[in-house]
């Protein structure tokens, strides 16, 4: 006997649909959507002398053939679901290589760069171009670049590193290869394929490789910005962002990487974007207002600017430059053409 059919509800539907694996829209609460971008991620900021106390403590104890395949320690957001990031899209280390270490040869889908902070001597062997480093230089290590680091410098070296694996992960393009050999052969150094970038060779043909920009060119080109009055962006002070040479774009395609310089009691003006920028203080001392929280940093300090999070900047020191090394996301939200700011 035909069994009679009771009425149909929103409920069964839902139920039924389950079952096979379907979902109505009816079910999403769009409604609730905010018409502005939201994150979970947090404003907040971290202090050098917490980031180094556990750095030294992790020379002592983290041992780099045998437990690890780098002594990083990453800064956490206690807005990341999970709670493995620095953003939602970048990773933001800080690296520590003793005399006589090295960190092995390998190589990723994920971006990274490195911005020296304490020591010299140490190299960054990138796709054999050997980089040795100095402090403010930045080191890139391109997607799937064949990297290694090295310290027979007879100090200690720090440097940061920036990577964009949790946007990379959510991709689910993420992997990673160890390389042959512990360390790569030199095939070229980075002082030979300067000379496209240097201010004080010709420029020559933009080499093919470029993985390496120096301090001094980087404060030779602040100074320039600052002599001419026109270079100063309202909103982030003194901005030089490092273009790659070889495309002529970001730095990386996944990352922009900046300094910004702030003149004793320079205050920048707030505005908002959708953009995340994560910063780290290079030199000197002042105050950042983001989303309304007030946060004070002076060197090694770090702290992040979540997307449409209003903030301004301000050096409160009467007499020394204060100077930020920012990495972003930029470059990701405007391939998308997602990239709006408002003041
Ligand atoms: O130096 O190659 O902070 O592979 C995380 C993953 C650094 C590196 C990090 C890495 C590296
Ligand atoms: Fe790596």
């Not at 957001?77 to 990773?91: R, Y």
Request: hydrophobic share 35%; aromatic share 10%.
């Amino acid at each position: 006997m035909k069994q009679e059919r009771i009425r149909d509800s929103i409920e069964q539907l839902n139920r039924d649909m389950s079952e096979k694996s379907l979902e109505g829209h009816w079910n999403l609460g769009l409604e609730d959507l905010p018409p502005y971008p939201v994150t979970s991620v947090q404003p907040c900021l971290w202090r050098w002398e917490d980031v180094h106390e556990s750095m030294i403590r992790a020379g002592e104890v983290v041992n780099l053939e045998q437990d690890a395949e780098r002594r990083t320690i990453r800064l956490l957001n206690p807005g990341i679901p999970g709670g493995h990031g620095t953003t939602h899209t970048i990773h933001f280390s800080f690296q520590y290589v003793k005399h006589g270490e090295y960190a092995r040869a390998h190589r990723h889908t994920a971006a990274a760069f490195r911005f020296v902070l304490q020591g010299r001597g140490a190299y960054t062997m990138v796709n054999g171009q050997q980089c040795v480093m100095e402090e403010g230089d930045l080191i890139l290590t391109p997607q799937l670049t064949w990297h290694d680091h090295v310290n027979d410098s007879g100090k200690p070296i720090i440097w940061l590193d920036g990577l964009d694996i949790p946007l990379t992960q959510a991709l689910h393009q993420l992997f990673f290869e160890p390389y042959h050999q512990e360390q790569q052969a030199l095939e070229t150094t980075s002082d030979e394929v300067a000379g496209f970038y240097s201010h004080a060779r010709p420029a020559l043909e933009p080499p093919k490789q470029f993985f390496h920009y120096k301090w001094a060119d980087t404060e030779r080109s602040l100074e320039r910005l600052r002599r001419n009055g026109s270079g100063r962006d309202p909103y982030d002070g003194y901005l030089l962002e490092f273009l790659n040479p070889v495309t002529g774009g970001p730095t990386m395609p996944t990352i922009q990487c900046a300094v910004q310089l702030l003149e004793p009691g320079q205050e920048t003006l707030a505005h908002r974007h959708t953009s995340t920028v994560i910063y780290h203080v290079y030199r000197g001392e002042g105050t950042s207002i983001i989303g309304g929280q007030v946060f004070q940093w002076r060197q090694g300090d770090s702290f992040v600017v979540p997307l449409w999070n209003q903030h301004a900047h301000a050096n409160t020191s009467p007499d020394t430059d204060a100077i930020l090394l920012s990495m972003s996301d930029a470059p990701v939200v405007k391939a998308l053409d997602l990239y709006r700011e408002a003041s």
